[in-house]
């Protein structure tokens, strides 16, 4: 920024004692004083580091040959930097089997006034990208197949242009993840309640399966399975017709539709318990 200022040339000429001019500047949101000596018949001085769209008070004085203020500053003029570039945003992912989104923040450094946000992605090692502009939104999703590795570039813009980009890379998955935290609690001699953890898979509703044999049986084999489907949202459901003081072993499977077809994941880890064995 140049700061150009007048004065009286006659007076500087007959006193003899001012050597040149004192320029300070601070910002108005508080902070540490600046300051720039310019020797000789000079009227302009350039300021530099200054915060993009940020609000300064600056005053001059004369000065002598001792670097010392002569007289009194000039009145405070306050001014205000242009808008620059906006820095990065930060980005947040939400993966899903057949969708990707993503949230962002606005810059840390916005550098001016945000009027708008660019999202271009593609599938990783692409050279082909597609570009969309949310406006002042902050998020974007996009449907994609199973097990796909898409990369996502978003920067802001302010009046001055586009800002640093921000890229992420995310694939999705091809099954759901594995239930954990499986636990079961017996109810009465033939029945028993089984709870698991809810999945994080958004955008799709998730059904748990669970299946259950005598441990007496060969180990699970799927002629031997009973099982049980709780619909969406269900993180809990109850198993009856068992057999009381018997030793079963249960696992649980997550199932979603995408387009028309079932996508079940793997079994979680076997629990046993012998149902009946309660506490009254």
């Given at each position: 920024m140049?700061v150009?200022?007048?004065?009286a040339k006659?007076l500087?000429l007959i006193?003899?004692?001012v050597?040149?001019?004192?320029v300070?500047?601070?910002a108005?949101?508080?902070?540490e004083?600046?300051?720039?000596?310019?020797t000789?018949?000079?009227?302009?001085?350039?300021?530099?580091?200054l915060?993009?769209f940020?609000?300064?008070?600056?005053?001059?004085?004369?000065?002598?040959?001792?670097?010392?203020?002569?007289?009194?500053?000039?009145?405070?003029?306050t001014?205000?930097?242009?808008?620059?570039?906006?820095?990065p945003?930060e980005i947040?992912?939400?993966s899903?089997l057949?969708?990707?989104?993503i949230?962002?923040?606005?810059?840390?450094?916005?550098?001016?006034?945000?009027t708008?946000?660019?999202?271009?992605?593609?599938?990783k090692?692409?050279?082909?990208?597609?570009?969309?502009n949310?406006?002042?939104?902050?998020?974007?999703s996009v449907r994609v197949k199973?097990?796909?590795?898409?990369?996502f570039?978003?920067?802001?813009f302010?009046?001055?242009?586009?800002?640093?980009?921000t890229?992420?890379?995310?694939?999705?998955?091809t099954k759901?993840?594995?239930?954990e935290?499986?636990?079961?609690v017996?109810?009465n001699?033939?029945?028993?309640n089984?709870s698991?953890r809810?999945?994080?898979?958004?955008?799709?509703?998730?059904?748990y399966t669970?299946?259950y044999s005598?441990?007496?049986?060969?180990?699970?084999?799927e002629?031997?399975?009973s099982?049980?489907?709780?619909?969406?949202?269900?993180?809990?459901?109850?198993?009856?017709?068992?057999?009381?003081?018997?030793?079963?072993?249960i696992?649980?499977?997550?199932?979603?539709?995408v387009d028309?077809?079932?996508?079940?994941g793997?079994?979680?880890?076997l629990?046993?318990?012998?149902?009946?064995?309660?506490q009254?």
């Amino acid at each position: 920024m140049t700061v150009i200022w007048d004065y009286a040339k006659r007076l500087w000429l007959i006193c003899g004692v001012v050597e040149g001019f004192r320029v300070e500047w601070t910002a108005v949101s508080g902070g540490e004083v600046h300051y720039q000596v310019q020797t000789g018949d000079l009227s302009e001085a350039q300021l530099t580091g200054l915060t993009p769209f940020a609000s300064y008070s600056i005053s001059i004085a004369a000065v002598n040959k001792e670097g010392q203020v002569v007289g009194t500053y000039s009145q405070p003029l306050t001014i205000k930097t242009n808008e620059d570039i906006p820095g990065p945003v930060e980005i947040v992912l939400i993966s899903s089997l057949v969708q990707i989104g993503i949230t962002w923040s606005k810059p840390a450094r916005p550098n001016g006034i945000i009027t708008d946000y660019e999202v271009s992605y593609g599938q990783k090692n692409s050279s082909r990208l597609t570009s969309a502009n949310t406006g002042l939104l902050t998020n974007f999703s996009v449907r994609v197949k199973l097990g796909a590795e898409f990369t996502f570039t978003v920067r802001a813009f302010t009046r001055a242009g586009p800002g640093e980009p921000t890229t992420v890379a995310v694939s999705t998955l091809t099954k759901p993840p594995i239930v954990e935290n499986v636990v079961v609690v017996s109810l009465n001699e033939s029945s028993t309640n089984v709870s698991w953890r809810a999945l994080d898979v958004p955008f799709l509703p998730v059904s748990y399966t669970v299946v259950y044999s005598p441990v007496s049986q060969p180990p699970m084999e799927e002629n031997n399975e009973s099982a049980v489907v709780f619909p969406p949202p269900a993180t809990s459901g109850v198993i009856t017709g068992l057999v009381a003081l018997t030793t079963y072993q249960i696992q649980v499977f997550a199932t979603v539709t995408v387009d028309g077809a079932e996508i079940a994941g793997e079994k979680s880890n076997l629990v046993y318990f012998v149902n009946g064995e309660f506490q009254l």
